[in-house]
């Protein structure tokens, strides 16, 4: 069982999808925060200290993969998971995201944001498989 106070960070240029995704996880006793670029985002983490990350790759001033580098690459932050979610499916995206340090890519269009949530708290209770 998840802990019904596990911290989820947002970091998605579409205020429609963060939106979504902040009352659905709200919704499901997560504490979630929104940033609405990378750069807040990798702030946000240090703020923050999410359980979890979910990031988009193509955003305005910092891309996805920045930010992963940058959250993987510190001592303090390393260890907290990322999940990739993008409407860029290609083979390289997903490979490039993995290598980074992501632990797992989605493809929003192809999953629901119920799905979403079971693949959070999968990850969560270590019992996550990347597709």
């Given at each position: 069982?998840?802990?019904?106070?596990?911290?989820?960070?947002?970091i998605?240029?579409?205020?429609?999808?963060?939106?979504?995704?902040?009352?659905?996880?709200?919704?499901?006793?997560?504490?979630?925060?929104?940033?609405?670029?990378?750069?807040?985002?990798?702030?946000?983490?240090?703020?923050?200290?999410?359980?979890?990350?979910?990031?988009?790759?193509?955003?305005?001033?910092?891309?996805?993969?920045?930010v992963?580098?940058?959250?993987?690459?510190?001592p303090?932050?390393?260890?907290?998971?990322?999940?990739?979610?993008?409407?860029?499916?290609?083979?390289?995206?997903?490979?490039?995201?993995?290598?980074?340090?992501?632990?797992?890519?989605?493809?929003?269009?192809?999953?629901?944001?119920?799905?979403?949530?079971?693949?959070?708290?999968?990850?969560?209770?270590?019992?996550?498989?990347?597709?």
């Amino acid at each position: 069982m998840v802990a019904a106070t596990a911290k989820i960070l947002i970091i998605e240029d579409d205020c429609y999808i963060s939106k979504m995704y902040q009352l659905k996880l709200s919704l499901d006793g997560f504490d979630v925060q929104v940033a609405d670029n990378g750069r807040i985002g990798v702030d946000k983490v240090h703020e923050f200290m999410p359980n979890i990350i979910l990031t988009d790759i193509l955003m305005p001033e910092m891309d996805g993969f920045e930010v992963i580098k940058m959250v993987k690459g510190e001592p303090e932050t390393k260890d907290i998971p990322i999940l990739i979610m993008s409407n860029l499916g290609q083979e390289d995206h997903i490979k490039k995201g993995l290598e980074l340090g992501a632990l797992g890519y989605i493809v929003k269009s192809q999953y629901t944001p119920s799905k979403v949530v079971e693949k959070i708290k999968e990850i969560l209770a270590g019992k996550f498989v990347q597709e």
